[in-house]
């Protein structure tokens, strides 16, 4: 039975839990901002397939142009972010990247995230890894992947353009 609002009654006059699901029109539009989604909750996904590749001999960090920007709903929101790319260096060579939150690096390691070393050949190398951020902002942030070369003086390149696969950065907004 629907609930019925007249001028004796009023809005105001309506008690909690006395409207359940039954009493609302399956066509109705609810706002998403009065959706509460609970702890952990996946709230919005961005993500970015990388075209281009930087070449470095730097051994200090270098912006790749694997990046993304998040806008998070809520200061108690975690980020999530994923990336997979290869890098292509030189035998006996040393490559690094790391994920920076604007200009703060994330890893807080000399070797970032992920590192490459091959002692018996030049080639591509897996660069994957996946991180937790808790940046307590509702600005829009972005997020980059930065390589360098850990040793060795020939270019590594990030992410390799001329490697199979396509070069990826995902952010995930998710419910603190």
């Known amino acids: 039975m629907p609930t019925e609002i007249s001028g004796s009654t009023g ?8 409207i359940v699901n039954a009493d609302i029109n399956s066509s109705a539009a609810i706002a ?7 702890s952990g909750s996946v709230l919005q996904v961005v993500s970015a397939n990388i075209t281009s590749e930087v070449g470095t001999t730097s051994t200090s960090w270098v912006a790749s142009p694997m990046a993304a920007t998040i806008t ?3 200061t108690s ?3 999530y972010i994923s990336y ?3 890098a292509y260096h030189y035998i006996n060579e ?3 990247s790391t994920i920076y939150r604007g200009s703060t690096e994330l890893s807080g390691k000399d070797g970032g ?5 091959k002692s018996h050949s030049r080639g591509f190398f897996p660069h994957i890894a996946n ?3 808790s940046p307590n902002t509702t600005s829009a942030t972005t997020y980059t992947v930065y390589v360098k070369k850990q040793s060795g003086s020939n270019s590594m390149d990030f992410p390799s353009s001329s490697s199979s696969t396509v070069p990826t950065i995902t952010l995930m907004e998710i419910a603190g």
Not at 32 to 38: D, F, Q, T
Request: charged share 15%.
């Open 11 to 18: 809005v105001n006059k309506i008690q909690d839990n006395t």
């Open 32 to 38: 998403g901002s009065k959706l509460v989604m609970p």
């Open 72 to 74: 998070p709903s809520s």
């Open 77 to 79: 929101s975690k980020i």
């Open 84 to 86: 997979n790319g290869f």
């Open 94 to 96: 040393q490559a690094a």
């Open 113 to 117: 995230f992920m590192r490459s070393w």
């Open 131 to 133: 991180y937790l951020d």
